[in-house]
């Protein structure tokens, strides 16, 4: 039993329709399912109903994010975990919104709303499960092979951190840290999979937004996430270039909406032994920008 | 409580000094320790020892497998649903090989010995835990990160199989199946990782080894690993190709003491809700390899 | 004054729908005018009119090929030194095809025809010539970015070669020599302009094309054209592989009539001070395939 | 007859010891010969002597840059054209730097010396030719392959082009113009060579270096360049990013001695008969950085 995977984030979009259009056509996401206010994405690689739910909102940001269980006994036994340890939880009914099972939903001290949910509509990748070709035709845009992790803010992260870590079984892979004895947590980054980070969680503003991240494979196919940007007016946040953090390899950019975006390529690969890697902050620069050993305003400043 | 990877082999080189100097200098794996009959290597990026024990004997092959486990506990845990299950366990003293903790033995039906422990030296990767660089200076050869997986063969495949799914908790990707009714199996890929696979099993001679791969990150270092190969006269099997199964690109080439070795990079990502993927006998030559869409013999009949 | 560069190639297609079809959607060319026994194509980045003419014929082959100098004159001292060497000559009339000038045509002593042109229609790449995007919407296939190079066969090759060095100014990047002094000429290598081969001519079946090529940019580009000759059942001969000779990186394939194609990426560059490389004939697996480091059958025995 | 590349650039060094260790162990050149105040270097591929000459020098700039011509009765030829022209040409007697020889020499109109020269020693680019392999072993740094192209500033932009276009058939790849009738030049990009382009000229300081550039076959080189920037504290301008000029993938840096440095890769094949491509002022953000679509002060203003 286990929390399997982030499965999906649900994101406010005030630019209603050039947000659609632009997770559709320029990252290239394929819409499973819409309603008055909600569109249903997914990763083309993704064989869940959807990942990405964008929500017709007043403001951007995050309206909540969800992480896939592997068996429905599992929300049980997380929420009796959760309530033991002192964290309000509700379950939210099967149906609330499209081919969505039942979830236990609760808040983190980072103010974001979290579901836990084990059952959704499975739909597919695109490829046949008998001798399948390794990619289909038709994909369009950046076209991400899926949802990959996001980073999270707020004011108490060493409290939502060990949420993560003593409930959900999540190591920290890297920690930024400030202070005279390096004793203060700007950020962690957490895994539960093999991925360098499913989650991270940063100082900032209440149930801040700082970006959700979508996976490419390969370096060269962030100079053609680039490329697309541009021939889109997409507005590049930074990169492309590398983390310290991770080794990974980045562009973070903005949706029409003013969420922030990344897609995401590399890293190592971790384990529940692997040790956790510390920051220092007089290197912050390097420690997110690798090659530009210094971050820009925007980067720092602004949440959604 | 888990496995949490494919910890180390243990490989037979007949060809001893000429093996010692591929590993080291054309994969490109870095010498921890030596003894008089054993050399205990890693790729760079690992923190553990070694994950591959070269072993002086008189025919090449593995001598043993080994998966790393979470926690001490793990292996008494494992060691009792092993008994329950019919299967023989014997306790393999800490000491026996040099930095390892005790570890739990036993045979699997298609006749490897595959060990089972969580206690081994630790000596990182050779960058500091404080503000590291994403790759040290001095790499040589291939330099892969990791080993990555291996494809045994024995007789009775579903047989093996069925320890790795029913005991231990992997997962079959992907599977070859042959017979009038696809009912046959001729080999399955397991993961318990997010990797596409961490243990393949294939229908052939008793406690055979088909190959052991390393881990590349991306189709541009298949390539330089294949200009390497052809300077230092490796012979190549197949390569550089793309699996039908897994996605992965791949280079399949022999060491010195015939043992056949993989470079391997890509594939997609697994959790436990992934599809298993069926491949047909008739479409063998693609679900292999992909490009050229038909087996050498070799391929097919030369196990170490 | 000079030869600029290979214009066009003109290819017999006995499978006549077929091949229409596979060099649109499988490689990805642009159709730009048709008529009934003739379809006029180019690369996407050709300002050109055309680079690739398929013939309607009863069998496969190269029927004519032609090289594009800078000035109208060129045709006219080109054809002054032709003559003077003893080959004779004769004008092909403009408009004889669709979309061309005038142009001088002569057959080389390994027996293809070929002709010099400095006009041709010219309908631009698809990108504008103000403040354009690096590359246009709507590429489909392999979509290499231009017509290469091309290797042609016959028994005089010396006799040919010499036509190209000592007449047009072409210099030898490379030859394979065979014979007890290496003085026996099967294959040479051709440059004109600063890439590692225009045209080479090997010792095989008077005027026999053995493969006609297309640029890709980067090794991860043939990884793609692999994988779209996979999902459409195009024949690869060999690759994706390096060639020793020109160092570049390489896919050998057919089309639906027998042609053999290859898509071709990398080499270095040469200018007119470059010294030739040669190869010997006991290398010679190393020399065409690098990494196989032996050649297949077919690839020594089938022309078109 | 003509100017086959751009065959040197002679860089003043004032933080002599640390730009001569940041050529050979950064970037990655090989040290052919030392004198006291100058070192000749030469990168990996190049057969000449040297490409690269460092001079011991009080101030940072361009000391000379030189074509290489194919034959030495191209000084004569060049020489007249220029005198009658009515530039004043001096010969550099052969021996005034090591292994070169004689050199016409002139001054263009934004102030830069230049050379024409045929002669230089031959010292290969380490492989042999008979049956190379297509690398050598021992490459430290960046390695690029060779010196590709520098941008030089000056006030007479056009009439220092119109030497190079009028007297040594160089063609005009890429200009980018200002004013109410996209009539005034601020920039224009140049081409003897197939490649995108050998020499720029913009308007700006007199006798002005705005950078050299060095050649990396591949954006994933790209990558690595910048990890080695960032392992060696090299301070990048920009980069990794995409030119919409050339379309070619670049990092701009500096030399311990205040040169800014550039590895360009890709870009597109020219031909004297490519049409040039022009950028208005108002989309010089995207001319320049393509993914980021706005110029950084320094970029603009730092000349050395």
Request: aromatic residues 10%; contains cysteine; glycine residues 8%.
């Amino acid at each position: 039993m286990a929390i399997m995977r982030l499965g999906r984030v649900e994101i406010g979009c005030p630019n209603w329709e050039k947000s659609i259009e632009y997770y559709k056509n320029v990252i290239g996401l394929i819409e499973v399912a819409r309603e008055e206010d909600r569109v249903y994405l997914k990763a083309w690689d993704e064989h869940d109903h959807h990942s990405v739910i964008l929500k017709k909102n007043d403001s951007a940001g995050l309206v909540h994010l969800a992480f896939k269980c592997e068996f429905a006994s599992d929300l049980d036994l997380y929420e009796e975990k959760l309530n033991n340890y002192g964290v309000t939880t509700e379950r939210v009914p099967a149906g609330t919104r499209l081919a969505e099972g039942e979830a236990v939903r609760f808040v983190i001290p980072t103010g974001q709303t979290v579901e836990l949910y084990s059952e959704i509509e499975v739909v597919g990748n695109g490829l046949p499960l008998v001798n399948p070709d390794p990619w289909p035709d038709g994909l369009v845009g950046m076209h991400p092979t899926r949802l990959d992790h996001l980073l999270v803010a707020g004011d108490d992260v060493d409290g939502a951190v060990k949420i993560f870590t003593d409930l959900f079984d999540f190591h920290v892979s890297e920690q930024l840290v400030a202070g005279e004895n390096n004793d203060v947590t700007i950020c962690k980054w957490l895994f539960k999979t093999n991925t360098a980070h499913d989650i991270a969680i940063i100082k900032g503003p209440q149930n801040g937004l700082h970006h959700f991240a979508f996976w490419l494979d390969e370096w060269v196919e962030l100079r053609n996430a680039a490329d697309i940007m541009a021939k889109n007016d997409v507005m590049i946040d930074a990169g492309p270039t590398r983390h310290g953090i991770t080794r990974g390899t980045t562009i973070y950019f903005f949706d029409p909406s003013g969420n922030r975006n990344e897609v995401f390529c590399g890293g190592y690969i971790t384990y529940p032994d692997s040790p956790t890697i510390t920051w220092t902050e007089d290197t912050i620069g390097k420690a997110i920008f690798y090659f530009e050993r210094e971050l820009n305003e925007r980067f720092t400043t602004v949440f959604s």
